[in-house]
């Protein structure tokens, strides 16, 4: 591998400078972007499997610090493959300067991804935010600029708070540096933590996710859902391997969230804000365990951003022109279906997909006595995706007459956007052969029966008129007061219970 | 005298008195976030905040000292502020400018539809 601090300065500064460039010239630089974009994701790829690592000094002596390491890579790799299969299937329906945008995104996401220090964690943060809230934004109706605004405010707030928590640090240990936190005081790592898991939507910081991701565009909830909420769980990650206390309230946190949120997800029949408390559930579960949460956030990161692209099809029973507009075009509707189900089956955890080896390496790494939560937050989850598959193919098999006098279903393969979403597929069942010690009986055993048990567990729950007992949070004082509540819990979990 | 006796006692550091009244306009900005009715109060409340916590990072820099920084071998500058904070404050404030501009945006486009800007008639 190439060691040199240059080419790594570069790696991350690259696709910024090409967003940038692309504002002059749209259609040249197109095509270089989507070659940079295979570029990172090839060389993430290779870096993981060779567990490649290089820390380096932006100005050599006192400058900032950057580590490229187990915790950068598979986030890497998920955020350059989210994008690359977001700009080419969407290709013909992206809006002025989206792409551009997404490129700079990736610049916010390589530095919160690889900065050692909490100033420039700050930094990325705040651009991923700022980025996030024009994709957002881009649908241009009533609905998606108030919750962008919401999202704006609500995220100004939580930086605001983990930069007091910075400074509080600070003074103790005299830099910002994230091994320099462990000398801070209880009440600053709190705060820092606060925001953090604000900007990484984890529950109940996360509850601008649900109501952004069915008020977005698809595309734009794709790269949301894929990409800015791994921005909070790499720093995350790093904060609890290094300290204990950090540690162990990730444990209560992360388990609040995987299961409050998939019940939440249970009772929801809208298909956005389903999606939307799943990926807090799952992001909550990837924060139980600091070595293998960037992993398990990368293939839930790639599942997530293949569900919303699948999600739509021309034609839908009940909803309006508007979702039929939204669906990928030039792709034969039953590979859409296909990919919907592999992706739904992938975060399910099922054999033969990669969800069933990070969720494997998970399981393996939380003390014994959270086994109890895993199941019931695997069970639930699958209960989610078994409702999500059977009305997506449903809708598909109803309307197969239709679909076949489309010209659409005639589609040969050879396009570029059926080939992304054909190499994404094979990607995720691929990725599953390379750990071959997790295919035991137990394993295949429970995971087996967690998806047996979720479609009894659907048919049981499938006719509840939910309606009237789970609402959506809209107000915007629960997300804006939602950071204040986890930084007092984290508080009295570190002076009191001591959990 | 004796409130500012009583003060002191509860501050026992000389840094803890001193940053007493941004952490006042911290709390004043929170209050006002959490009990706004209308996009614009929340605007101002953000714009608090974000002004107590830039006291606050510069306060602590002073701590050391209130003199410019600037190397030179006058005694003049013996005991000078922590120049790092403050530099590193200034990203703050920019970042903080272009979060209100950003949110004056869309309270400019929201407006449109609904002029009061009532959190009310838009969470609907």
Redesign the interface.
Known sequence: MIDSPIFFAALTYTPATLGFLGCIKPKTVFPVAILTLLGIAGLSLTALQTGFEISYKLIWTGGIEFTFDKYTFPLLFAASISLLIVLSTYRDKLSHYFYQICLVLLTALTVSFSAQDL?SI??AL?LTG?CA?ILI?DRND?KS??H??QY??GG??AM?IY??GV?QG??FSGS?LISDLSTATTPALCLIVAGLLTKAGIFICGLWVPNIYSHANRQSAAILSGCVTCAGVAPIARLSDGMQPIENSMVVIGVLSAIIAALYAVFERDDGRALGWSSVSQLGFAILSPSYACIYAMQHGICKTLLFTTLSSPIQDDESIESAQSAPTNIPEWLLVTIFVIASLSIMGLPFTAGFITKTWLKGDIPIEASLITSTSTLLTATVYARLIWSRCNTYIKNLEIYKSLDQYKQNLLNPQSIVLIMSGILIIGFSFSYQEAYYYNNIQSSLAAVVLASFLYTSVAGLQTESFVKPV????DL??AP?VVAALLLANLFYFKI | MKLKSLILKKCKKK?DLIILPAVIL?IIG?FG??NSRT?IN??FS?DV??TA?IS??VL?AATSGSQTPILSSAPRYANYSDPY?QA?IL??IV??F??QA??CT??L??SR??PLLK?ED??K
Do not use: K, M, W
Request: aromatic share 16%.
């Open positions: 100033i700050y930094i705040e700022f809230f934004a009533n600029l108030f962008s605004f704006l405010i100004g707030l605001l930069l007091i400074v600070f003074q910002f809209t107000r915007t004082l804006v007061g204040f | 840094l911290l929170c976030i959490l996009l929340s605007l953000l905040i974000d916590t606050i990072f602590i904070p590193i990203t703050a970042i903080g272009a979060t950003l949110l869309i309270a486009r929201l539809s609904t959190y838009l969470e």
